[in-house]
């Protein structure tokens, strides 16, 4: 088993920056790649940004191009996901997931293993 546990969710005002940081342990060894999922009120969880583990390709949803970076430190089994010019629209639970199969890397039933979750507030 995997466990996923996600941190660095907050208040921000508009424009503000925050960094999520996951940190996965047990059979990590088993993961090929990490990404991350958010989740708005009454809306459908949705692609946010993955990383592979050998080649460290990344996947971006065009929601987050240009303003998210998504990183990992492999030493940690840490993946991190750089937020900037942060909007309201922005405003979700974050969730951290990993996959044992290299795939599209963007639908939620490719990943094996889920946080919790942290929330991010965007305000106005």
């Not at 946010?48 to 460290?56: E, F, K």
């Not at 987050?64 to 010019?85: C, E, P, W």
Request: net charge positive; charged share 20%; glycine share 10%.
């Amino acid at each position: 088993q995997v466990q996923l546990v996600e941190s660095g969710g907050g208040l921000v005002q508009g424009g503000g920056s925050l960094r999520l940081s996951c940190a996965a342990s047990g059979r990590t060894f088993s993961l090929v790649a990490m990404g991350w999922f958010r989740q708005a009120p009454g809306k459908e969880r949705e692609f946010v940004a993955a990383i592979t583990r050998n080649y460290y390709s990344t996947y971006y949803a065009d929601s987050a191009k240009g303003r998210f970076t998504i990183s990992r430190d492999n030493a940690k089994n840490t993946v991190y996901l750089q937020m900037n010019s942060l909007k309201p629209e922005d405003t979700a639970v974050y969730y951290c997931a990993a996959t044992k199969a290299i795939s599209t890397m963007r639908r939620t039933y490719e990943y094996d293993y889920w946080g919790q979750g942290t929330q991010v507030t965007v305000s106005s």
